[in-house]
């Protein structure tokens, strides 16, 4: 009853930049939060960014001051803008989005990932 697409993952330099998107539709009422992780073979899934209405934006400590994640409420889209990545932010990034349903049940909803590479 929610799909989530992803896009915008890729191969870049380090130092460049990358803008990733999740776009979320289906029979959504209402967005609780939006959120980034991202994960590694053999690592846990660890959150990038979250943003809700209520608590506003939060950022992981190894991201703060290079990642900003913006939402366009009208599209119900998320973008997670990366600047100066380093070799490190390699991973699968993985959108996730809470919220109610037009019958309201609630949906926890992942994407399908997309990958994003950092050369030194």
């Known amino acids: 009853q929610v799909q989530l697409v992803e896009s915008g993952g890729g191969l870049v330099q380090a130092g460049g930049s990358l803008r990733l998107s999740c776009a979320a539709s289906?029979?959504?009422?209402?967005?609780?939060?939006m959120d980034w992780y991202r994960q590694n073979p053999g690592k846990r899934r660890e959150l990038v960014a979250r943003i809700s209405d209520r608590d506003g934006t939060e950022y992981a400590v190894a991201v703060k001051g290079r990642f900003t994640l913006s939402k366009d409420t009208t599209k119900n889209i998320a973008y997670l803008q990366m600047n100066n990545l380093k070799p490190e932010d390699t991973a699968v990034y993985y959108c996730n989005v809470i919220g109610a349903l037009l019958d309201d049940d609630e949906y926890d909803e992942w994407g399908q990932g997309t990958q994003v590479t950092v050369s030194p």
């Open positions: 289906g029979t959504i009422l209402s967005i609780k939060t």
